[in-house]
């Protein structure tokens, strides 16, 4: 399979603590893009990298989310002290190019469910 | 008000039923636009890409009217399988930022 991944598909996890996501963009794919999605919403821009590089990080961001992608390949979403509030899906995309056209290929996204 | 706004819905048609759905948006300035597809529970997958001449895939048309802020999405003789959340996307700075609507949902009826 050469699409995105992300790994785990699943978490749960208590108030206060501490999780990472991860995802495996489509090879070469030179941007990755990191997304939250609730119920009967669209997907929310989290942050985005052109190769290892972060380039724009959204202002409903908050201090405890963190992101990597170091080498520019994979990349790691970190949640610190997470909330109830930041039960969601986590998507995360990749494409390829260097205008605003290029498709998004979207991973299966995780799950979080913090209790 | 929203930077991208969508009739959340959902439009309940009949097979082979022609259904419409607009999206607005409020950065003038927005450059590139998009109509993604969303199945229950899965991830979001190209649908198509809004130039501003206007473009046909198949049986799905989109537009874009520049002075209205708003771009369409028309879906002509409805199969189940259209059966989805049809979520409006902009590039509102020239970034690569993107911004989702909350989608549209279609069910289509036999």
Redesign the interface.
Known sequence: DTGVSQNPRHKITKRGQNVTFRCDPISEHNRLYWYRQTLGQGPEFLTYFQNEAQLEKSRLLSDRFSAERPKGSFSTLEIQRTEQGDSAMYLCASSLGDTVRETQYFGPGTRLLVL | RKE?EQD?GPFNVPEGATVAFNCTYSNSAS??FFWYRQDCR?????LM?VYSSGNEDGRFTAQLNRASQYISLLIRDSKLSDSATY?CVV?PT??????????TRLFVKA
Do not use: C, D, H, R
Not at chain 2, 94 to 103: D, E, M, N, Y
């Open positions: 991208v959340p450059q590139s899965k991830e979001p997958k190209l890409s979520l590039n020239g970034g690569f930022k993107t911004i989702f609507g909350a989608g």
